[in-house]
């Protein structure tokens, strides 16, 4: 049988290669994007995974999204719950649009999907949810309250809809990925990556997209069936749990 696959925030960074990891393992992928159109574009040309533009931190434009993308692609067997973004800042320098616009992006997003996908994986009996937190929604990051809290929040949510679903044939995991060399670490000022970050990765690397694609594909598969509520980490050693 073959699955589909709705990946948020699916035609750049890890998402992208999330995306091409499940078509590479027969899965019918469908991606959503919030705003780069021209990246969608050239994503959707280069893979021909179609892509779907909508707010994930706004309920109804869930809701109206993935009717869209059930009604175009099919019924969504596996929700992988990944856009992010960051608003950097020490705490006493952050502003309240600055927490609430990545607590909306990175946590409530997992809510507004999940919550719109999850009566159909409950009917069919058969899902895979998996949600991608990170290495500093565990441990906390010097500027990073608002996604340290997200990233965090993202865990809980995990373990209490893995426990919710788990007699329905749904698992729901978690993903910790340390740092991966995309466009949102390449944005963390040099000075700080190279002396506040790098030398504590024991890998002596940053992480490659691919390899949280293959993560994400061994949780999504249906062999994966008894692995359910856990966070895997994926952080060159960088933080261990
Ligand atoms: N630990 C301890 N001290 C740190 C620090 C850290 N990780 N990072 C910065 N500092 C220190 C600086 O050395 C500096 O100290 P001095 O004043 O003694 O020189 C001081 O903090 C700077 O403080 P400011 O109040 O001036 O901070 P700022 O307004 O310049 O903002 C920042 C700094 C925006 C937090 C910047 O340091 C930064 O971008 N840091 C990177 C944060 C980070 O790792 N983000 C991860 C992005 S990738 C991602 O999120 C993906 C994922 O899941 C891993």
Same mark, same amino acid.
């Given at each position: 049988?073959t699955r589909?696959?709705?990946?948020?925030?699916?035609?750049? &960074? @890890?998402?992208?290669?999330i995306?091409?990891?499940?078509?590479?393992?027969?899965v019918?992928?469908?991606?959503?994007y919030?705003g780069?159109?021209?990246?969608a574009?050239?994503f959707?040309e !280069?893979?021909? @995974?179609?892509? /779907?533009? /909508?707010d994930?931190?706004?309920?109804?434009?869930?809701k109206?999204?993935?009717e869209q993308?059930?009604?175009e692609v099919?019924?969504? =067997?596996?929700?992988?719950?990944?856009?992010?973004i960051?608003r950097?800042?020490?705490?006493h320098k952050? =502003?309240?649009d600055?927490?609430?616009a990545v @607590?909306?992006t990175?946590l409530?997003s997992?809510?507004?999907?999940?919550?719109n996908i @999850?009566?159909g994986?409950? !009917?069919r009996? /058969?899902?895979r949810?998996?949600?991608i937190?990170?290495i500093?929604g565990?441990?906390?990051? /010097?500027?990073?309250s608002?996604?340290s809290?997200a990233?965090?929040g993202l865990?809980?949510?995990t373990?209490a809809?893995a426990?919710?679903?788990?007699?329905?044939?749904?698992?729901?995991?978690?993903?910790?990925?340390?740092y991966?060399a995309?466009?949102?670490v390449?944005?963390v000022?040099e000075d700080v990556?190279?002396s506040k970050?790098?030398p504590?990765?024991p890998a +002596?690397r940053?992480?490659?997209?691919e390899?949280i +694609?293959?993560?994400v594909?061994?949780?999504?598969?249906?062999?994966?069936?008894?692995?359910? &509520?856990s966070?895997?980490?994926a952080n060159g050693?960088?933080?261990?749990?």
């Amino acid at each position: 049988m073959t699955r589909i696959a709705l990946v948020t925030g699916g035609t750049r &960074g @890890i998402g992208h290669a999330i995306s091409i990891a499940l078509k590479d393992m027969g899965v019918t992928v469908a991606a959503n994007y919030g705003g780069n159109d021209e990246a969608a574009k050239a994503f959707t040309e !280069e893979t021909g @995974i179609p892509a /779907f533009k /909508f707010d994930v931190g706004d309920f109804e434009a869930c809701k109206a999204g993935i009717e869209q993308v059930e009604a175009e692609v099919g019924s969504i =067997d596996i929700l992988v719950n990944n856009a992010g973004i960051t608003r950097d800042k020490p705490l006493h320098k952050m =502003d309240s649009d600055q927490w609430q616009a990545v @607590i909306d992006t990175n946590l409530t997003s997992a809510f507004n999907m999940t919550r719109n996908i @999850i009566d159909g994986m409950r !009917e069919r009996g /058969f899902g895979r949810i998996i949600n991608i937190s990170s290495i500093n929604g565990q441990k906390g990051q /010097f500027g990073q309250s608002n996604y340290s809290a997200a990233k965090a929040g993202l865990i809980g949510f995990t373990k209490a809809v893995a426990l919710e679903t788990a007699s329905k044939g749904i698992t729901c995991n978690a993903i910790a990925p340390g740092y991966v060399a995309t466009e949102m670490v390449k944005a963390v000022p040099e000075d700080v990556l190279n002396s506040k970050i790098l030398p504590y990765i024991p890998a +002596g690397r940053l992480g490659e997209p691919e390899e949280i +694609g293959r993560c994400v594909a061994f949780l999504a598969s249906d062999e994966a069936g008894y692995i359910t &509520g856990s966070t895997l980490t994926a952080n060159g050693g960088q933080y261990m749990v």
